[in-house]
């Protein structure tokens, strides 16, 4: 007696592919994650790359990441220019509000230079590592000064 659900379905045709080793481990490796037939894989693909649409939704994906990658180098601006006057204020700062030493005194300060170095180095790694970021501090709201 045939099967009721059989006759429902439509027959697939059977045919025969060649892939490269590195395209067919692919597939097997993606069926076996998905734990899906090979062929039901490589139906949804070749069905995909026919689709009408299949350009559009690759476009779209194409163009989604293209504005992560924007957001992100955006962000990357900021936070160089943020890194690059914060420097620039602080050596500013510096120059103006540190006298030069006497020689005798400023072989000491060369002496204990390094100490003083690591110091810095360790305090910095320790706000990297538990934060706030200081451009996180910084609102991007603010804008230039106005000319009052």
Do not use: C, H, N
Not at 50 to 74: C, F, G, N, W
């Amino acid at each position: 007696m045939p099967d009721p659900q059989e006759s429902t379905r439509k027959k697939k045709i059977q045919i025969s592919v060649y892939l490269d080793p590195p395209v067919m481990k692919g597939l097997a490796d993606y069926a076996a994650r998905r734990d899906q037939p090979q062929s039901l894989i490589a139906e949804a693909a070749i069905a995909s790359f026919l689709s009408p649409d299949a350009d559009e939704r690759r476009e779209a994906a194409v163009t989604k990441r293209l504005d992560q990658i924007d957001r992100r180098m955006t962000r990357l601006e900021r936070d160089v220019g943020i890194a690059v006057e914060t420097l620039a204020v602080f050596i500013r700062f510096w120059l103006a509000t540190t006298p030069a030493l006497p020689e005798p005194t400023a072989q000491a300060a060369r002496a204990k230079a390094g100490e003083r170095y690591d110091a810095f180095v360790t305090a910095l790694g320790r706000r990297l590592a538990k934060g706030p970021k200081l451009r996180q501090e910084i609102s991007e709201d603010i804008g230039p000064p106005s000319a009052d």
